[in-house]
């Protein structure tokens, strides 16, 4: 696995290359993901972790999928479903562009802490399930 500051580096350089292939100026393109252009410099440099929703911006910004950009950051692991997780959240047409950054949010705050002791989702550990 990598180290974290070299995934933040591959993640940056990802970004840089993308805006390169997109003909952007540095602030051209922190100007359509709404970003600083320090700040967005900092992340193609390594130098900054973005958040999920920032890299929902850049990606968005880049024309490029935010799926992609996770799958980068190591946020996703395109091999156990949770980019059709993704998918889904980002493609639901019910929902406001806020209303998917707030589940993009909670799900990937939700993927990354440890779970709970005894929360299977198990009926014996008291957490209803539904059955169809």
Known sequence: MQEIPDRWAELGKFIRE???????????????????????????????????????????????SATTLYEQAGLLDPHDGSVDTIAAILGDPHLTEEARQTMMKVYLTLRTEPPAAGATGRPEDGVATTSG
């Open 18 to 64: 993308q805006r390169d292939l997109s003909r952007l100026s540095l602030r051209r393109l922190s100007n359509l993901a709404g970003i600083s252009n320090p700040y967005l410099s900092q992340i193609e440099r390594g130098l900054r972790k973005p958040s999920a929703e920032i890299l929902q911006q850049i990606a968005k910004a880049l024309r490029i």
